[in-house]
């Protein structure tokens, strides 16, 4: 079942009770996230008194309702309309809107990171690597104007100083506010690819 299929879906008879029905698992999914669990739709229905089927019927696995309780989950680029041509542009773009991310649902990213490095847990949802691609994405006209960068090589360490883990670290160890953590991250990813790019003059 497609999510497309879903929406045309809430579409039909009973609208509001039906958009009622898909708030509640949203919000039990975000409530179990940020309590530090990486719950099935199955377990999330049952959280939210409403029957799996039902869940089913709206959400056809856990990536589709992460999606909804997470919008920024299910993009493929964070430049949103019209983005810039620049790279060092595309970035910052990139950056300004992974941070908007980290800011409005640290908790449960902070709860995914916990639940990450409890050995032997399988990699929670929220863990899925989608902030690479984010940033390859920023970087795809280097790759396209062929200037000899491993883009691929480069998003990852981008990923590395831009994200939830180093956030954690410039709060809760360095002690700084969240505006100079976002700062101070921002500051290091234009650092890298001003070095990358400056090696290829």
């Known amino acids: 079942m497609s999510v497309r299929h879903n929406e045309k879906y809430l579409e039909t008879g009973r609208t509001r009770q039906k958009s009622r029905t898909r708030e509640e698992l949203v919000s039990s999914l975000r409530d179990l996230l940020k309590d ?23 959400f056809p696995d856990k990536e589709a309702l992460l999606h909804a309780a997470l919008p920024e989950t299910g993009l493929a680029s964070l430049l949103g309309k019209e983005p810039p041509s620049d790279v060092r542009a595309r970035l910052l ?29 399988a990699r929670p949802t929220l863990r899925g690597g989608r902030a690479v691609g984010w940033y390859r994405d920023a970087l795809s006209p ?40 976002f700062s101070a991250m921002r500051a290091n990813a234009l650092d890298i690819l001003d070095a990358e790019m400056g090696r290829q003059q």
């Open 36 to 58: 530090g669990q990486d719950p099935s739709v199955a377990e999330v229905a049952a959280i939210a008194g409403i029957s799996r089927t039902t869940a089913y019927r709206y």
């Open 93 to 121: 773009r990139t950056l300004d809107a992974h941070f908007e991310f980290i800011r409005a649902w640290e908790p449960q990213l902070r709860a995914s990171l916990r639940l990450s490095l409890t050995p032997g847990t």
């Open 142 to 181: 280097l790759e396209a104007a062929g200037s000899g960068i491993d883009i691929a090589a480069l998003a990852v360490r981008l990923r590395a100083v831009a994200g939830i883990e180093p956030y954690v670290w410039l709060r809760d160890v360095a002690g700084l506010r969240p505006d100079q953590a």
